[in-house]
Structures are given as structure tokens and as C-alpha cells.
């Protein structure tokens, strides 16, 4: 059974802050790895991830992925109170099943 | 594109009663997932389809709930009898088979079960 844990559970910083969510997995077959920022409805894309040690980024987010150590990252620079989210990280089989892992909420502070 | 269209966006009913969740993917993609959301277990996969054929329902919860497509462009998630366990999120996303790229989900139907 694929199984993605995500850490921190929860964060609270102040804005201006860097923070970093951490993503481990186990799935058979690996495709692809996902990170998404879900507000008050539903979650939405940040990052698709294939190739290890590739950085994606976009603004002040970026990820990277290691497929041999099963981990990924997503780093969120200086901070703003837009950012408080649950950050989610799911991975994507063979079958295209994709498994959410439980969430990062992140609160950012004035 | 309207993107993945979901109905109703919330449901309020009571105990025992049928409820039946409704779900447009978007035009194209071929690979349909409902996931349930809760505070508690989060985001979890009930079942998805591909082609318009289930591969995967082990985690629908139990025989009470049913899941269809008949077609590409819809699909439905039922309950019967529901209880209030059941209250929760139900979000449907649709992707392209074969693409590794992002899901694509709904606006969800918030259900509760008094």
C-alpha cells in the first residue's frame, strides 16, 4: 500500500520567515510527486516532481525531490500571511493512483 | 473548460436517508477519482476509474457506498443509508491517464449527516 507522510503537522512563523515542509513516500512504482496548497475549498496545483534533484520554483516556493532517499521538500521564502494553507504532498503510481499524505498547516503571522 | 464540476455543494440530511454525490470531470480526461476529507484522516481515495472502468475502490469506506461512471463525462458517488460518520468533503478530480501531471479537482460537496 503507497503511504505518504508529511511533516511538520502544523508551523506557525511570522512573515518575512523561510520554512520548509518535508514529504516522505513509499509507493510501488513511482510516477510522479505532487505538491498542492489547499485554503478554505479545494486544494490546488503548486508543483509536479519526476526527476531527482531538480528544483521546481516558482516565486518564492521550490521543491526539490530525492528518489533515493523517498523525500521531497517545499521551501517557501520570506513569508507572507497569503501562505497560510495546508500544504499537501501526494505521489502517483503506475495505476495513476494518487496518495495524499495527512498535510502541513501553516500559519504565518503579521 | 469549466473544469471538474461537482454537485450539490453542500447536502444537509438526516440519518438513513440516500445520498447521492454527482461529479462532471473535465472534457478529455480520462481518469476520475472521489476522495472523502476530514479533519481527522484528511484526504483519502475512495475509489477511481480509468476509462470509465474502476481499478481501485478498497478504500470505499463499505457496502453502503457505491460509486458509478457511465459515461466519460460523469460519475456519482452514493450513500445508502447514510450516518453521520459520513459527514465530510467529498471531493471528485479527474486527470489524463498516461500524463503524470497534476489532478484536477472540484469544488467539493460538503455532506452532513445529522
Known amino acids: 500500500e503507497d503511504k505518504v507522510v508529511q511533516s511538520p503537522l502544523s508551523l506557525v512563523v511570522h512573515e518575512g520567515d523561510t520554512v520548509t515542509l518535508n514529504c516522505s513516500y513509499e509507493?510501488?512504482?513511482?510516477?510522479?510527486l505532487l505538491w498542492y496548497k489547499q485554503e478554505k475549498k479545494a486544494p490546488t496545483f503548486l508543483f509536479m516532481l519526476?526527476?531527482?534533484?531538480i528544483e521546481k520554483k516558482s516565486g518564492r516556493l521550490s521543491s526539490i525531490l530525492d528518489k533515493k532517499e523517498l523525500f521531497s521538500i517545499l521551501n517557501i521564502t520570506a513569508t507572507q500571511t497569503g501562505d497560510s494553507a495546508v500544504y499537501l504532498c501526494?505521489?502517483?503510481?503506475?495505476?495513476?493512483?494518487?496518495?495524499f499524505g495527512g498535510g502541513t498547516r501553516l500559519m504565518v503571522k503579521p | 473548460d469549466a473544469g471538474v464540476i461537482q454537485s450539490p455543494r453542500h447536502e444537509v440530511t438526516e440519518m438513513g436517508q440516500e445520498v447521492t454525490l454527482r461529479c462532471k470531470p473535465i472534457?478529455?480526461?480520462?481518469?476520475l477519482f472521489w476522495y472523502r476529507q476530514t479533519m481527522m484522516r484528511g484526504l483519502e481515495l475512495l475509489i477511481y476509474f480509468n476509462n470509465n472502468v474502476p481499478i481501485d475502490d478498497s478504500g470505499m469506506p463499505e457496502d453502503r457506498f457505491s460509486a458509478k461512471m457511465p459515461n466519460a463525462s460523469f460519475s456519482t458517488l452514493k450513500i445508502q443509508p447514510s450516518e453521520p460518520r459520513d459527514s465530510a468533503v467529498y471531493f471528485c478530480?479527474?486527470?489524463?491517464?498516461?500524463?503524470?501531471?497534476?489532478?484536477?479537482f472540484g469544488e467539493g460537496s460538503r455532506l452532513t449527516v445529522l
Open positions: 519526476t526527476s531527482s534533484g
Open positions: 509507493v510501488t512504482n513511482f510516477r510522479s
Open positions: 472534457s478529455g480526461h480520462n481518469s
Open positions: 501526494a505521489v502517483r503510481n503506475a495505476g495513476n493512483m494518487l496518495t
Open positions: 478530480a479527474s486527470s489524463f491517464y498516461g500524463d503524470t501531471g497534476e489532478l484536477f
